[in-house]
């Protein structure tokens, strides 16, 4: 991480990796338009994340309403959580 990378809170963090997992799908704003949902799925928590990630390039809000990573967010991830899980396993082994 550069010194002039905007800190990424844990929240912003996670739902940046979130957001990596769903991959093409994307990740909604909130309940589907019917409505119900079961408990497991209450409405996004993460909304506000997902805007400030978008806000600082490493997301965007597609036209469906559903947010995608960028290639600078894929970058950020790479870099900040997947080096995190690496310097993990190099503590085990």
């Known amino acids: 991480m550069s010194w002039d990378d905007l800190y990424l809170e844990t929240c912003c963090r996670s739902a940046l ?18 409505g119900r949902m ?9 909304r506000s994340c997902l805007l400030r990630l978008a ?15 960028t290639p600078a967010g894929e970058q950020r991830h790479d870099r900040e959580i997947l080096s995190m899980r690496r310097a993990r396993r190099r503590r085990q082994g």
């Open 38 to 46: 079961p408990d497991f799925r209450a409405p996004l928590k993460d």
């Open 55 to 69: 806000g600082m390039g490493l997301a965007r809000q597609r036209d469906d309403g559903r947010f995608e990573v």
């Open 17 to 34: 990796h979130r957001l990596v997992l769903s991959g093409e799908t994307g990740r909604p704003v909130g309940p589907p338009p019917e």
